[in-house]
């Protein structure tokens, strides 16, 4: 009984606190099976799975992980300031105002997001904020009020598209600052940041010299080599938009791979009676209904985010296109009426 309270006080604890952390094991001959779970980072729940000999060999590994992910988590914040840090919401706070010395995690996250606009021919562009910003706000109303949730007005999002220019963003890696040029303008690394925090720790445990892990933040799933020293994969589920099963859209064999899914129910507001996802198609404006998901399986996990974000906003044949000329890439797009698509690759990547 005292346990049991002392289980359920340290639930509240956590989630309270939104940090915390619990670790649990499999009693067994040999490496146990631990799983550590805590809420806070990034918005979202983080799920750490492995093996080890003791719990405590495990727990180190957790916090170490959840170290470097901390200092990802409040640089990339675009929300909140903390004290004595430069993060994306203080440049975004001095717009217009000149260079802005940063963290080299700085430099690197919106060198490899300039990259990602290139890559998908500005699909998903981090130099969007000032349009998703009033869809945050509208949506957030949306949410809290039903009743009266509205759409913005075209004349306003127009307005807000012409700040959004990724050419306004000036990155100086050698003098380590960041310069953004429009006054107007605001960054919004929502679509990159945690698959990129993700990908720079889980590169940092194997540098620790970790073998298996698999780490999922709000779903982004990286996996640290197979799930053992004989080679057997993780086994990923990608979940399924329509909450009415339990079934999985696809379960992946991942083997030092990235899982990403990108999906209408993540976030999203109605308005009579129309759903309204949080994924902004650049050229008109708005979300577009092209797809309830899309998943992307390849093994750096910043690009994975980036990639499913990006496909949101291209007709399918353009994103086959896109994925096909990428090595060790493969997407799973789940269309509007539920059925699904996949690219050349992803069968061989899934069991059942
Ligand atoms: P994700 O869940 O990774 O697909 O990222 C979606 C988030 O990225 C949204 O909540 C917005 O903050 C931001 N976002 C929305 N549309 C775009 C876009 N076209 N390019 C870049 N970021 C976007
Ligand atoms: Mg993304």
């Known amino acids: 009984m005292k346990r049991k309270i002392l289980l359920l006080s340290t639930l509240l604890l956590a989630l309270l606190l939104a940090t915390a952390c619990a670790v649990t094991g499999k009693l067994d001959e040999g490496p146990r099976k631990f799983e550590a779970e805590f809420i806070g980072l990034f918005d979202t729940l983080t799920r750490v799975m492995g093996y080890a000999e003791s719990e405590e060999e495990f727990a180190a590994v ?8 901390e200092v990802y988590h409040q ?110 303008m605001s960054l919004d690394v929502g679509a ?19 073998k298996h892990l698999l780490i999922s933040v ?15 994969p993780w086994r990923v589920g990608i979940e399924n938009p329509d909450y009415t099963t339990d079934d999985y859209l696809a379960i992946v064999k991942a083997d030092a ?29 708005f979300p577009e209904n092209r797809y309830l998901s899309v998943s992307i399986v390849t093994p750096d996990s910043g690009l994975a985010d980036a990639l499913s974000t990006a496909l949101f906003n291209l007709d399918l044949e353009d994103g086959k296109k896109l994925i096909k000329s990428m090595e060790e890439t493969e997407a799973l797009w789940c269309m509007p009426d539920g ?9 061989a990547l899934t069991s059942a």
């Open 62 to 69: 957790v916090q170490e992980l959840k170290d470097d992910l």
């Open 75 to 184: 640089l990339y914040d675009i929300y909140t300031a903390y004290p004595d840090l430069v993060n994306i919401k203080t440049i975004n706070e001095q717009a217009g105002q000149g260079p802005v010395v940063v963290d080299q995690k700085i430099i690197d996250l919106l060198l490899f997001s300039k990259d990602a606009y290139r890559l998908t021919q500005g699909r998903v562009n981090i130099a969007l904020g000032a349009v998703t910003k009033i869809w945050h706000r509208y949506r957030s109303e949306g949410v809290d009020d039903p009743e009266a949730a509205r759409l913005p007005k075209m004349a306003l999002l127009e307005e807000a598209a012409l700040h959004t220019g990724m050419d306004d963003l000036l990155i100086d890696p050698v003098k380590g600052t960041v310069e953004l040029k429009d006054p107007q």
């Open 192 to 210: 990159i940041a945690k698959g990129y925090a993700v990908e720079q720790a889980a590169r940092a445990a194997e540098e620790r010299g970790v």
């Open 218 to 232: 709000g779903g982004n799933v990286r996996a640290i080599g197979a799930r053992n020293d004989q080679g057997e």
């Open 257 to 285: 791979i990235s899982v990403v899914t990108s999906g209408v129910y993540e976030r999203f507001y109605v308005v009579e009676g129309q759903s309204y996802h949080h994924i902004i198609d650049p050229d008109t404006l």
């Open 339 to 347: 059925s699904l698509v996949e690219s050349d690759g992803f069968a």
